[in-house]
């Protein structure tokens, strides 16, 4: 993240519907998974993005989007 290196070493795309059957199975025996869900929301919004053949770590964007800051490796000392 710090690189801003987002080549998949594993695609958003799989893990979010990876995510999408674990919600369905939290559902069907009545567990919840709010976590899960806000994650799931979250990938979602980067698939909108357009980040959906990302690494699933630019997961991060998302949360740079929403605080208006971008996280970067500090400059050294």
Known sequence: M???DFK???KMKPH???LGIALAAGSEY???LPVTSLIHEMMGAM???GL???DH???ITVLEDLA???VKKPAPT
């Open 30 to 32: 009545g567990v919840p």
């Open 8 to 10: 998949p070493g594993f």
């Open 68 to 70: 208006k800051v971008q």
């Open 52 to 54: 959906g053949e990302h």
């Open 47 to 49: 698939n909108v993005s």
């Open 16 to 18: 979010y519907k990876d």
């Open 2 to 4: 710090l690189k801003r």
């Open 57 to 59: 770590s630019a997961i």
